[in-house]
């Protein structure tokens, strides 16, 4: 994985801090043309792999990617699924088994039926697969070397004890697209606890990770504890805390932590992309030369 | 161990039930619900004990509490043979369908000294907290109006009936998505006495409202307006906001900002003249597990820690669900046509 990643919450109007803001971004970044300039704009600073939900509006954006094969040669993808809303409002508007009606591709008993008789079987994981196909159209033929479980589901699963779906989520993306899996949570420490107890070895686990110790359940100090003495490739996430911490201070903080593989971070502006790579590799410059020391 | 079963494992049951898993005070005695396809996924990847018939888990299982999270409808009833039994109860907002269904078992929940609890999580949200603590210090001063809203986009094409598109079974924007800015309003300022006047407007939905304009005047004398609409795709999610004007300052809050105005320096500590702003990042106390938010876990928590008798003065109780619920009987019968 690089070392930096580039989000999408500020192409999709997701700010955790002002409905303001997410307002100004959505008329923004209200042209598919804008996120690529975008994008282009965080190529420029060396940053090469877009962490992305499988919001609609992406398929668009890969289509750009998929036209200009030169110039995103290099470029990668971690999509990350399922873009929860869309599930969400359709559960709330027509039930759990109206959603999936909805969701699964075709027609829903008739998919079933034909990936055999799903239902009847009780094989739930081939429900799963078809939705992660669907979730997945739109990357084909573009290089999605990690696919990612949205933390909402990562940790419902967590909350009850499904650890067999994360299994399965691990199996099926390795084998149908040849992608490592990896799991967005709030809740780091105890996923990994599950994940080594279903067996998976070495997970990559993206969790907010920041100074203020936001969103970090169970505590910072665990956090650092676990960072610290556990085998896994964490990505931090919510690393400015939605705010509540400097760019400068919050960036020392993360690059100073061990185990961090990668740093996620979204931004609209080029200056902001600028001074948050740099300040990232300049850390990162000066923690090795401690470590040397 | 608080032992803790759940009768309906829809959208908000599940979340419940995920939270309660990983509830370190808590182990789940049992599952209910109707859907098979539901049922069938617990059974096999979860270790929850499943059941079709509510009362055979409650007989077989003997929870100390339960959480109800079925259609509304279904409440008043259900409710009232888990208080019989001794059971603690936490339901799903909104409380009840009709709002003399209520008043019988706020008294049965006392008698029996039950702990009583309607999830209407917005309480536990930082930036309405603080315009709480702000309110209960008199900080703006005489509150003269008040805006609540709430918008996003549930229902925003014409689709197939569920209970939620039925008015009988407690469907609508009004039970479903205005409840929750009632109560907020309840909570803040006062609860609604009269609506002089309101609209319901159906957007796509055939048989429900998809949007309600209401006026409310509270029985502290304030009048302000209420503002909700779920068929407005412009929204990601639902977003809640208040808006209270007061003789010395403003308040404008919604779940992720606060803006406080102050007409002058008299104000409270952390607060100066002017505008403040703080975030709910700040103002958000952390906890053990999270899963959508975190006042969803900590509505949970306040409902566990009573049932094991630490909890103080309750939140959302029975009582207050009552309040909301009259006022969306209000907010009906005062239909402008």
New interface residues.
Partial sequence: MDRILFGDNQF?????????K??AQ?IRFKSDQAIIHTLDQAMEFGINTFMCTTHDRIANICEIIRENPSKYSDFKIYPCMPYA?KY??A????????ALKQYVPGNFFGSLFKGGVA?LS?D?ESIMELLIDAEMKMFKGLNTPVIFLQN?IT????????K??FVAFHQYVSKKYNAEAGFIT??MP?LLDMLESAGIRNPIICASINK????????KELYEQTLNTRTFRAIAMQVL????VSPKEAIQYVCSLPNIQSILFGASSRGNIKDTASFIRSYDEMYQKVDKI | MIKVGLIGAGKMGISHLAILGAHPDVEISGVCDTSKMVLDVLEKYSSFKCYTDYRKMISERRPDAVVVAVPTKMHAAMVRELLEQGIHVFVEKPFCLHPSEAEPLITLAKQKNLVNQVGYHNKWVGTFAEVKRLLSRNAIGEIYHFHGQAYGPVVVKQKQDTWRSSPDEGGGCLMDYASHVIDLINYLISPVQSVPSSMLKSVFSRSVEDAVFAMLKLSNGVSGVLSVNWSDETYRKMTTSVQINGRKGKIVSDANELKVFFNDGECPQGYSKGWNVKYVTDLTPQVDFYLRGEEYTAQMDHFISAVKGDAGTGINTFESASHTDRAIDLIRKAQFS
């Fill in positions: 999709f109007a997701v700010n955790h801090i002002s409905d303001e997410s307002m959505s809303h969400a409002n559960v709330t508007d027509l039930g759990v088994a109206g239902y009780k739930y909402v940790d419902l699963l967590l909350g009850l004890g499904m067999d779906i709030m809740n105890a203020a110790g936001f969103r970090m359940s169970g505590g805390a939605g705010g509540a």
